[in-house]
């Protein structure tokens, strides 16, 4: 059984991620493109500066759930899914909360939220985890 | 405008990862996760694992490269200046760890119009060596005024 109930808050995650964070990533995922790694070729495409990666923020969503719920255990997280909404950035802290929702045996299903200042990056990720 | 809709149910050929130790530890270290059983193998083993255990979301490092035929064919024929990532799904299935090689194949779920954007939907299937599922994932694009 998990020693959780519908309505328990998640340990939320607070993580500044640095001026380089969009230039590891992009290194560890593969994913080059330039909005995220170059400054300048961001503002000429009208963006206010070069922007994290969605699946980045989504990444975080993940190690949040899979820390708070299951002491960082790869496998516990079942499913994930999220909607992306604002742009992230970096050099400002994004923080993660989430609410449980369901609770059935083993499986708990999690409301998650990631935030940066007032703009919602991820909203109405729903995370499945088997305990 | 009518949205090209020719290319729902197509399936592309699949891509095959090969997983390593290094590259888990480089999105683990990217991610700030701590967990050892991504860094050494020694830990891993005595979790039970095979060798070091990717992290879940170490999927886009093998799935999102196999998506590439699949976002770029002319026959699904998106807009890349106005597209953006709307939303994304994983479900995973047996773990992955440094040694496994993943094969990733994309097919179009869905193209439809929602008031005025262009909702490209594709779905992936990746399994591993022996044929196990490791992952489905769910992957909407968005692209504002087609």
Known sequence: MADFEVGDELQELRVTPDKYLPHRYAGASGDYNPIHIDDEFAKAVGLPRNILHGLYSMGLVAKANAVALAGGDPRALKKLSVQFRGMGVPEQEIVVTGTVKEVDGNRVVVDTVATQGDTKLIKNAVAELEL | ?146
Request: aromatic residues 10%; contains cysteine.
């Open chain 2, 1 to 146: 405008m009518a949205l090209k809709t020719d290319a729902v149910g197509k399936e592309w050929a699949g891509t095959t990862y090969q997983v390593g130790r290094e590259k888990i530890k480089e999105y683990a270290t990217a991610l700030g996760i701590e967990n050892p059983v991504h860094f050494d193998v020694g830990a891993a083993r005595e979790a039970g694992f095979r060798d070091v255990v990717a992290p879940p979301m170490f999927c886009v490092v093998y799935a999102l490269p196999a998506m590439a035929p699949a976002i770029l064919d002319p026959e699904v024929g998106m807009n890349f200046a106005t597209m953006v990532h709307g939303g994304q799904e994983f479900e995973w299935g047996e773990v992955v760890c440094s040694g496994d090689e993943i094969t990733t194949a994309p097919r179009c779920l869905s193209i439809e119009e929602k008031l005025g954007n262009g909702f490209y939907v594709f779905e992936s299937t990746s399994v591993n060596q022996d044929g196990e599922q490791v992952l489905r994932g769910v992957w909407t694009n968005i692209v504002r005024g087609v």
